[in-house]
């Protein structure tokens, strides 16, 4: 059964990739958005349960994200921007367990999200364990999610608890490198991981060193820009942060990644920010934010976004 789900995986990501063109600017605002703002409220961001980690479409009019009601498992929902408004959300057919980091590539060709539900002969033997699934666009749909094989996906050992070996958000920039955050046993923090996929299978995956000097400073749930520019991820508890969890960028340079700078008061602030995100032209960035309660405890997430341009992301630079 695993062997033939790795085969499948492998035959699916060994077809070559074009990136769609699109003619058509999706404008999800009637103006700039120059301060962070609840994304469709009442619609895609509730007040009453968890939404968080968007993806789009490459068209950029279907948005999949997680949705959580108190004390309930998430799981990913999917809604259309028709005439200047998005649908009434709905779950997705392919959601039937704890699922969540939606990510759809760049050419609209994979699907990948994380997910609770077990791997076929790989049994979870830690506390709380969540991997990384891949679908593919076929005329029909998104084809029956298979899980990504080792060295991508390790399944937690006897005694191991969350976040180790925990993986979840799956991303390219460019339909060839992968990036994945993840806990390695003995490790100090949650640090990023980069592979790629060539001639049948992922390269072993490398760490990305630099961002920070401190290596107890967890690097997790990371994307890059459209244009490839920009690294950004969430961390907790970094001295230069707000406060809790906030959001760091890293600006690409001809030796790598740049040591990461906070994102700034646009977006950091003494409640937590999390699950960085760019709508597919790079126009807007999104995030997620809860209202801090203390005590390690918050209000639900929502989704919130502003224009990319407002961070102004090569002055925190300078």
Known sequence: MMTKHIVYLLALLAVGCTTPKTSEVVVYADGPVREATVFAPGIISTDTHSEFSPTFSPDGRTIYFPRRAPEEKQQIYVSNFVDGSWTPPTVAAFSTDRDETPYITPDGRRFFFGS?????????????????????????????????????????????????????????????TYYFTTLQPGAAAIQLFQTTYRQGSFSPPTRITGL???????????????DGRYLVFNSYGVPSGAGGEDLFVSRRTAAGWSPAVPLGDKVNSPDEESEPRFSRDGRYFFFTRAENLGNYTYGEWNIMYLDTEALGLDQLFD
């Open 212 to 226: 920070f000097d401190d290596p107890q400073y967890a690097v997790y749930s990371a994307v890059v820009s459209p």
């Open 116 to 176: 609770e539900r077990p791997i076929p002969g790989r049994p979870n033997l830690g506390g709380f364990d969540m991997n990384v699934w891949m679908m593919e666009a076929t005329p029909t749909g998104w084809s029956t999610p298979a899980p990504l094989p080792s060295p991508i996906n390790e399944v937690q050992q006897e005694g191991e608890q969350w976040p180790t070996a925990n993986n979840n958000l799956f991303f390219t920039p460019d339909n060839e």
